[in-house]
Nanobody, 125 residues
Framework: QLQASGGGLVQAGDSLRLSCAVS?????????VSWFRQAPGKEREFVGY????????YVTDFMQGRFTIARGYARNTVDLQMHSLKPEDTGVYFC???????????????????WGQGTLVTVSS
């Protein structure tokens, strides 16, 4: 089971850290944990992933330099750290996971087995 948390209302330029807590199993038993976001009226968009076996993170090009993904060892979480937030970063942020690392694309919504409930991030200008 996944649970995303940490969202809230912030101002443009602020930082925010979201956490995806995994319960019922350890992170090491998952192949990949990814973050997606969904802006109002738009499709769910891939943000980045953490490949658990290699502890390797990737963030999509549009967010590199502002967003990072890392493992939070103390709480069995995968965290999304966001800096220099912009109003266009507003949306519901979801974490998703698979038991194994996908062959081929990792950015498709339909390849993920487990989803958290989402946490709302609102960035005011």
């Amino acid at each position: 089971q996944l649970q995303a948390s940490g969202g809230g209302l912030v101002q443009a330029g602020d930082s925010l850290r979201l956490s995806c807590a995994v319960s019922g199993r350890t992170l090491s038993t998952l192949g990949i944990v990814s973050w997606f976001r969904q802006a109002p009226g738009k499709e769910r968009e891939f943000v980045g992933y953490l490949r658990m076996s290699l502890n390797r993170a990737y963030v999509t090009d549009f967010m590199q330099g502002r967003f990072t993904i890392a493992r939070g060892y103390a709480r069995n979480t995968v965290d999304l750290q966001m800096h220099s937030l912009k109003p266009e970063d507003t949306g519901v942020y979801f974490c998703a996971a698979r038991d194994n690392y996908p062959v081929g694309t990792y950015s498709r919504v339909d390849i993920y087995t487990y989803w958290g409930q989402g946490t709302l991030v609102t960035v005011s200008s």
